[in-house]
């Protein structure tokens, strides 16, 4: 593989990579970093990548895998136990606050306070409008326990944002 497709997919999908670490870690220099790693790692392993799934799929594989090496090799105890976010954390970076409005703000909030399988499952299948199949492989899950936790997580997030007064209607469907 020549350096030059591998600047043809950081052009392409690095600025979504970017935002879906980001919304993982919150904390902007890491998800820079944790980005710089994946395409590192795409670039190092490009042998396998298969064609079975997409570019954009098997790189957001790549970065899921680069995130939970980071909470595990972070906060052991934390990631086992599934407690990857501290509880003080819940706040979005100024910037974004600065790019949006009050019931985007929340849902991001409610998002963020979510157990981390609901959080990534809603994060690729509704903010980043991965399909079922593709977030499986990204995931490593079966596609039915995509749709179940998904569907799972839409509940618990309906209900959120529903105590706090919000609409989720963007998300249900």
Same mark, same amino acid.
């Given at each position: 593989?020549? +350096?030059? #497709?591998?600047?043809?997919?950081?052009?392409? &999908?690095? +600025?979504?990579?970017?935002? !879906?670490?980001?919304?993982? #870690?919150?904390? &902007?220099?890491?998800?820079?970093?944790?980005? =710089?790693?994946?395409?590192?790692?795409? !670039?190092? $392993?490009?042998?396998?990548?298969? $064609?079975?799934?997409? #570019?954009?799929?098997?790189?957001?594989?790549? *970065?899921? $895998?680069?995130?939970?090496?980071?909470?595990?090799?972070?906060?052991?105890? =934390? &990631?086992?136990?599934?407690?990857?976010m501290?509880?003080?954390?819940?706040?979005?970076?100024?910037?974004?606050?600065? *790019?949006?409005?009050?019931?985007?703000? =929340?849902? &991001?909030?409610?998002?963020?306070?979510?157990?981390?399988? !609901?959080?990534? #499952?809603?994060?690729?299948?509704?903010?980043?409008?991965?399909?079922? *199949?593709?977030? *499986?492989d990204?995931?490593?899950?079966s596609?039915?326990?995509?749709?179940?936790?998904?569907?799972?997580a839409?509940?618990?997030?309906?209900?959120?944002?529903?105590?706090?007064?919000?609409? !989720? +209607?963007?998300?249900?469907?």
């Amino acid at each position: 593989m020549e +350096e030059e #497709v591998l600047s043809i997919w950081f052009d392409e &999908y690095g +600025e979504s990579i970017l935002s !879906y670490i980001l919304l993982m #870690v919150r904390d &902007y220099q890491q998800a820079e970093d944790l980005t =710089q790693e994946t395409f590192l790692k795409a !670039y190092k $392993n490009h042998h396998s990548f298969e $064609n079975r799934s997409s #570019v954009k799929t098997w790189l957001f594989s790549i *970065a899921y $895998n680069v995130t939970q090496d980071h909470f595990r090799k972070k906060h052991p105890l =934390q &990631y086992y136990l599934g407690l990857t976010m501290s509880e003080k954390d819940y706040r979005p970076l100024p910037e974004q606050i600065a *790019a949006m409005h009050d019931q985007t703000e =929340q849902l &991001y909030r409610t998002i963020q306070q979510l157990k981390p399988s !609901y959080r990534h #499952v809603i994060i690729l299948r509704k903010l980043k409008e991965f399909s079922t *199949a593709e977030t *499986a492989d990204i995931l490593r899950w079966s596609e039915s326990k995509v749709k179940m936790t998904l569907k799972r997580a839409l509940t618990e997030l309906k209900a959120e944002l529903v105590k706090g007064g919000f609409s !989720y +209607e963007r998300f249900i469907g």
